[in-house]
């Protein structure tokens, strides 16, 4: 009976935003969410977003009807040359196919799912040690076998990569290796681009497939080049791969859930083939789970993408919400230098992209919320937009305080 259904644990990072949203203190600060905020912690429309919106709502052809099964042909035509480049072999050879999703949850939702249903034996998929929260629930949702791999060393607060090279040869052959293609969440960490090279010749000798999970392409470095170039090598490697690509943060559309789903065959005499019946099934699955996308977001992010001057725009707004980031390290490891906090802080300005990892203890974290009123996740993850110049300093002296304890 209905009766015998367990209560399930509330989302905790939904959880913590209720929390904060309680607390009426004046001082109160959220590093929580992974969600921009300019520098009055307001959430941000980005200009150009704000154009695009401007002339989709003064377009008197504007309907709503439905989209295609795959999505706005303009949004994921743009969305795969963004992530593999206009000139890539593999678009001009046509062995990728491109699917529009919610989000970038609903991208790798999607590619679980086909990989679960297609992918030969019954794969193992390896995620990083720490990981986005969400993947090991999706990936369980459709039965395939989880693992991790080493990832972050608690010793320098930054890549175990012999740790992480060393669970990728141990893996069985043909295993799913899940990789953030740049500003890993919830590190900051990435590899360098000889790392990047090392793993792909480890994971070229054991036949892995790489599930490329792509959240902040443009929003680490503000170059939207730079942060998709490890995705590119791997194609250029000539890897079969999938990629899940989210627009949430680099276009600020979180709530329009636009994102895209990309599968890359290598380049063999039937990869044209082999890549129809790879999107025919895709189709199958959308249709069953979603239908078709919805289109708002998708209109806007497929206007920009395609318009020079907006595309030019866009690039603009994306440099002012990683500088804006990145001054933010500068400040905080600075005044934490001042104060002399105790231990290292150098990782909080290497650290890329949306969060830092602090190392701050579960016990750290707890304190600074019941004390000062910040809200940080239970792993010392925080999310580096919360940080602004007015509340930097107040911050780092709680930080401070808790660490002397
Ligand atoms: N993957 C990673 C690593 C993420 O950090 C996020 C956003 N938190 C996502 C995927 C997907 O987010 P969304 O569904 O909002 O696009």
Known sequence: SAEAVPQAPEDPLFGLMAAYRADSDDNKVDLGIGAYRDNNAQPWVLP?????????????AL?????????????????????????????????????????????????????SKFYPGKPTIYFSNPTWANHNQIFSN???????????????KGLDFEGMKQAIADAPEQSIILLHACAHNPTGVDPTQSQWKEIATL?????????????????????LVKDI??????????????????????????????????????????????????????????????????????????????????????????????GRIISMRTALRSKLEELGTPGTWNH??????????????????????????VYMTKNGRISMAGLNTGNVEYFAKAVDKVVRE
């Not at 150009?48 to 008197?60: G, S």
């Open 203 to 223: 994971m070229k000798q054991k036949s892995h497939f790489p599930f490329f999970d792509c959240a902040y392409q443009g929003f680490a470095s503000g170059d």
């Open 348 to 373: 909080i300005t290497d650290q890329i992209g949306m969060f830092s990892f602090t190392g701050l203890s579960e016990k750290q974290v707890l304190k600074l919320r019941g004390v000062a009123h």
């Open 229 to 322: 170039w490890a995705v590119r090598y791997f194609v250029e490697q000539g890897f079969e791969l999938c990629v899940a690509q989210s627009f949430a943060k680099n276009f600020g559309l979180y709530g329009e859930r636009a994102g895209c789903f990309h599968f890359v065959t290598g380049s063999g005499t039937d990869s044209q083939a082999t890549i129809g019946r790879i999107a025919s099934q895709l189709a199958i699955l959308q249709r069953s789970e979603i239908s078709n996308p919805p289109a708002y977001g998708a209109r806007i992010a497929g206007l920009i993408m395609n318009d020079e001057a907006l595309f030019a725009e866009w690039e603009e707004n994306l440099r002012t919400m990683s």
């Open 142 to 156: 459709v039965h395939l076998p989880i693992a991790t791999y080493p990832y972050f060393s608690k010793e320098t």
């Open 48 to 60: 150009v977003v704000k154009k695009a919106d401007e002339i989709l709502r003064n377009d008197p």
């Open 63 to 115: 309907n709503h009807e439905y989209l295609p099964i795959a999505g706005l042909a303009t949004f994921t035509s743009a969305a795969a040359k963004l992530i593999l480049g206009a000139d890539s072999p593999a678009l001009a050879e046509k062995r990728t196919c491109s699917l529009q999703t919610i989000s970038g949850t609903g991208a790798v939702h999607l590619g679980a799912l086909f990989l």
